[in-house]
């Protein structure tokens, strides 16, 4: 059984907007079309993200029967034949390059032409998805998790979703002056795992918090810091850029599949190749933007807390509790392999914002941070770990956004 809220709506004001931290000056230009840096245009699709993800695997395989077909008609050449081609491609190769040259403007055209302002943060983002195609995306997602954990949704009375509509309420209910909330019918979703350290939000705000998630967040502090981190998500429109991201990373693999299977001498070395070149991609472009959603729904996450006047030093005890959980993992992942940033790497990031987040809470009236510092605990918690015969930690926690380039037809890890 799932369980709804809708939040009061309120008209927001210029003032209220301006108020909040992280607009800056230029995202507030820019929404009020007082500058234009250059010509951007609503994000669009010829073909709906649903249908592009269905074809991902078919167009994998076009490419390399292409490739490899092109190998072996190449290999069966006659080597005369071969030397003419030669010679044709050195004759024409300024035609080649003009074509080149083309084709890579027209792929810049189409990049600059798709890119948006975000109104919250003021950073510009790749979109080719509408918000109406997020949204149906989103409620396939959501459709397929309520069939996926039928057995595990706690009913509306259990005490745990008691506690995340309190705490989802507070949240909500302080930041209700953005439109990214109000125009939202936010729902709450607990689902009984746990061994589920995990958190999500899809982007029509559907809230899901594992059990397991619950056990490790000791306060309602700690359980703001986490959901207030899943909101931002929802509110900075991370899913559709990740949906456009994942569409425009996934043509460069294509590119990579055709040319290793059309130039390499070999099957094996073919898979190799496109293996490191998928794996370049990976580290170089994918990781990296996802660690930057990651840290920036930190960011706005923290400051959707304090604008609740919730103690947001608990960010820090809980990205501690974390990395001792870790070290009882004894997993030592490489960031740089990672679509999120470290249990270290976050912390030290919210520690270097915290003094920002503490003046905002000031700003909004808050009440004085209680006396003992939430961070205090992590011994308790530590000494709490190693005591316990029956610890099992888990193999990964993750605050997640979930993948919806490729989730909504079958979800991967
Ligand atoms: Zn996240």
């Known amino acids: 059984m799932l369980g709804l809220f809708r939040c009061v709506r309120s008209v927001p004001r210029f003032s209220q907007v301006q108020n909040y931290p992280l607009v800056t000056r230029r995202s507030l230009e820019k929404r009020n079309n007082i500058e234009c840096g250059f010509h951007t245009t609503s994000p669009r699709a010829a073909i709906p993200p649903v249908v592009l993800i269905v074809l991902r695997p078919v167009l994998r395989v076009v490419a390399f029967v292409a490739g490899r077909n092109f190998r072996k008609w190449w290999r069966s050449l006659p080597k005369d034949k071969r030397q003419y081609y030669w010679s044709k491609i050195k004759e024409n190769k300024w035609n080649i390059a003009g074509g080149g040259g083309v084709a890579s403007a027209m792929a810049y055209?189409?990049?600059?032409?798709?890119?948006?302002?975000?109104?919250?943060?003021?950073r510009e983002r790749f979109s080719i998805v509408s918000p109406k195609q997020i949204q149906e995306l989103s409620q396939l997602e959501f459709d397929a998790i309520c069939v996926e954990f039928a057995n595990n949704i706690l009913p509306i009375n259990h005490p745990y979703y008691a506690r995340v509509k309190r705490v989802a309420n507070r949240l909500l209910h302080a930041n209700k002056h953005l439109p990214q909330i109000y125009t939202k019918t936010w729902t709450i979703t607990v689902l009984d795992d746990s061994k589920n350290m995990n958190a999500f939000v899809l982007p029509n705000g559907n809230i899901f918090v594992f059990t397991g998630m619950l056990n490790i967040c000791t306060t309602d502090d700690e359980l703001g810091m986490v959901l207030g981190h899943e909101i931002s998500h929802c509110l900075l429109g991370h899913a559709g850029e990740n949906v456009s991201r994942e569409h425009l990373l996934e043509s460069i693999k294509l590119v990579l599949i055709a040319l290793a299977w059309a130039i390499l001498p070999s099957d094996i070395l073919s898979l190799l190749g496109y293996g490191i070149g998928a794996g370049a991609v990976n580290a170089t472009l994918r990781y990296p933007y996802s660690r930057h959603l990651e840290n920036?729904?930190?960011?706005?996450?923290?400051?959707?807390?304090?604008?609740?006047?919730?103690d947001v030093r608990a960010a820090l005890a809980f990205w501690a509790k974390m990395d001792v959980i870790h070290e009882f993992d004894q997993f030592d992942s490489l960031e740089w392999?990672?679509?999120?940033?470290?249990?270290?790497?976050?912390?030290?990031?919210?520690?270097?914002?915290?003094?920002?987040?503490i003046s905002f809470r000031k700003y909004c009236k808050c009440p004085d941070l209680p006396a003992r510092d939430p961070r205090q605990e992590l011994e308790s918690f530590r000494r709490s770990i190693s005591d316990s015969r029956t610890f099992k930690p888990p193999v990964g926690v993750f605050l997640t956004v979930p993948d919806m380039a490729n989730s909504a037809v079958g979800r991967e890890s």
């Open 109 to 122: 055209w189409f990049y600059i032409s798709h890119l948006e302002v975000e109104p919250i943060t003021g």
């Open 296 to 310: 920036e729904a930190d960011q706005v996450g923290i400051h959707l807390a304090a604008k609740a006047c919730f």
């Open 337 to 357: 392999l990672s679509t999120h940033p470290s249990h270290k790497t976050r912390h030290a990031k919210i520690e270097e914002q915290l003094p920002d987040a």
